[in-house]
């Protein structure tokens, strides 16, 4: 990609290209912040739907504490853009990885892991004691999410036998919020206060049981602004509500205006009235589907055409596309960002449809 200069037009940036738009970006991070400190809770991004330093940055400068990543190697681009206090959530496995975070250890001021299991706990305990470093754990608990996590029931047991183990600090809970993705804003409420409740009633248990929890931390973008003060929670880690993509709009979270990341791409065939076909196959747009409107993406100006089929490099527009010619330029609004932004090497950052920047997506790919 020929790197758009700051200044240029929107239309002159060569396709396809991933392009978020400032004011937009900048409105999504602030709502939730303020959403956060409304609630008392500290918002802890997690940074797998940006995957970019800059944006980070602009996070933590508006409020956030710190930083979630899923990866290791999100957390060592994080760590080499100067984020103080990351933590993974997520269970790092493997002697490779093990290694991986203790060195990671040794350079970040605040860091934490998840872990759910003695197989996961153990290593990196011997680790880190080998290594003469405590590192800060939170237990994740399964709460329904049906995906990493001890059961409810198993948390007092575990975290007992976590305690003697040396080179760990339990010093939190956290869970994942997948049950927070329903479209029925009292349902997300509902779940809001009950995944608080849960998380905060078994924080005091630890508590009563003589540990020091002082994290309990969960939330996904859907459930983000839904706390009440006094919920339970410590932390939210909401990640894709920075760029938001069609899924957050067909369940509601977000509008289309508030859709911060699009895919600008050409028109380069009409071969057809019925059929117009673009630059942006599922190497630009990811293979995801919506998963409530079936498509592989959505134009944000008129027409009001989606990609309806796709191929490696070309993506087909539906009949909608009657009026689109050959070489115009389309922005289309993806599935879900978080695979879509992967794909991508740099972010070309524009506002009133002139390019402001280009941020490189320092931990694109980063997926080990
Ligand atoms: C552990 C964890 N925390 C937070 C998030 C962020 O959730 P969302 O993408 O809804 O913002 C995710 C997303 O997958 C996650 O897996």
């Given at each position: 990609?020929?790197?758009?200069?700051?200044?240029?037009?929107?239309?002159?940036?060569?396709?396809?290209?991933?392009?978020?738009?400032?004011?937009?970006?900048?409105?999504?991070?602030?709502?939730?912040?303020?959403?956060?400190?409304?609630?008392?809770l500290q918002l802890r991004p997690h940074i797998k739907a940006h995957k970019t330093p800059e944006i980070a940055h602009l996070q933590l400068r508006l409020g956030a504490v710190g930083v979630t990543c899923a990866k290791l190697g999100e957390a060592e681009v994080m760590a080499t853009a100067g984020i103080e206090d990351i933590f993974i959530a997520n269970q790092i496995v493997g002697e490779t990885k093990v290694r991986r975070l203790v060195a990671l250890a040794r350079r970040v001021p605040k860091?934490?892991?998840?872990?759910?299991?003695?197989?996961?706990?153990?290593?990196?305990g011997a680790a880190c004691a080998a290594a003469g470093l405590t590192l800060d754990v939170l237990i994740e608990v399964d709460t329904g999410a049906a995906r990493c996590g001890v059961l409810p029931e198993r948390v007092v047991p575990f975290a007992r036998e976590l305690a003697v183990l040396p080179g760990l600090r339990l010093v939190g809970l956290m869970a994942y919020a997948a049950r927070s993705y329903v479209g029925d804003l009292e349902q997300r409420r509902a779940f809001c206060r009950?995944?608080?409740?849960?998380?905060?009633?078994?924080?005091?248990?630890?508590r009563a049981d003589g540990?020091?929890?002082?994290?309990?931390?969960?939330?996904?973008?859907?459930?983000?602004?839904?706390?009440?003060?006094?919920?339970?929670?410590?932390?939210?880690?909401?990640?894709?509500?920075?760029l938001n993509d069609h899924n957050q709009v067909d369940l509601g979270t977000c509008t289309r205006e508030q859709v911060a990341a699009t895919v600008l791409a050409t028109v380069i065939s009409r071969p057809a009235p019925d059929r117009a076909i673009l630059d942006a196959g599922t190497k630009a747009l990811d293979q995801q589907v919506g998963k409530l409107t079936e498509g592989y993406g959505?134009?944000?100006?008129?027409?009001?055409?989606?990609?309806?089929?796709?191929?490696?490099?070309?993506?087909?527009?539906?009949?909608?596309?009657?009026?689109?010619?050959?070489?115009d330029k389309v922005r289309i609004i993806p599935?879900?960002?978080?695979?879509?932004?992967?794909?991508?090497?740099?972010?070309?950052?524009?506002?009133?449809?002139?390019?402001?920047?280009?941020?490189?997506?320092?931990?694109?790919?980063?997926?080990?």
């Open positions: 990609m020929l790197l758009p200069l700051p200044g240029q037009p929107l239309d002159a940036v060569d396709t396809p290209a991933l392009v978020v738009d400032y004011d937009i970006l900048l409105d999504n991070l602030t709502r939730l912040q303020r959403a956060a400190d409304a609630a008392g860091l934490s892991v998840a872990v759910d299991s003695l197989e996961v706990a153990r290593p990196i009950q995944e608080a409740a849960e998380l905060a009633a078994l924080a005091q248990e630890l540990h020091d929890i002082a994290r309990v931390s969960g939330g996904s973008t859907p459930s983000g602004p839904c706390y009440e003060p006094g919920c339970g929670l410590t932390e939210i880690r909401s990640g894709t509500y920075c959505w134009l944000v100006d008129p027409p009001e055409a989606s990609v309806v089929k796709i191929n490696d490099e070309h993506g087909y527009l539906d009949a909608r596309a009657g009026s689109l010619r050959v070489a599935p879900r960002i978080c695979t879509c932004l992967n794909l991508y090497d740099w972010m070309v950052v524009a506002q009133d449809g002139v390019v402001r920047d280009v941020w490189r997506i320092a931990a694109r790919g980063r997926n080990t």
